[in-house]
């Protein structure tokens, strides 16, 4: 009888620091309203996606600073914002709050 080794299984779990969110982008257009098959070079990246995680309140200037989001939002953010990471294969957003610029469907 062959030994089987268990694989082990480890999920890792972001917590955003002050002024910050996780946001897992939406997936970007593979046609276009017409129908035309775009390559992944000229597809234009999303600049919104769904609310993974929020990070603690910030301070400035002695003010409190809460997030204007929640978990499960779907959030427009400012173009070039965020930084992008990579986490278990699926590609997140690090999002300060004042890079977001509006909540879909609310």
Excluded: C, H
């Excluded at 997936?27 to 992944?40: C, F, H, N, R, Y």
């Excluded at 597809?43 to 400035?60: F, H, M």
């Excluded at 427009?76 to 965020?82: D, E, L, T």
């Amino acid at each position: 009888m062959m030994a089987v080794k268990a694989a082990k299984i480890t999920k890792m779990r972001i917590k955003p620091l002050a002024g910050y969110v996780l946001v897992e982008p939406t997936e970007a257009e593979e046609k276009t309203a017409s129908g035309i098959l775009l390559p992944d070079a000229a597809r234009e990246k999303p600049a919104q996606g769904k609310v993974i995680s929020v990070g603690t309140p910030l301070y400035e200037d002695g003010k409190k600073i809460v997030a204007p989001v929640n978990v499960g939002d779907v959030v427009i953010y400012k173009k070039w914002g965020g930084d992008e990471i990579k986490i278990d294969g699926k590609d997140l957003k690090l999002v300060k709050f004042d890079e977001l610029m509006g909540i879909v469907g609310k």
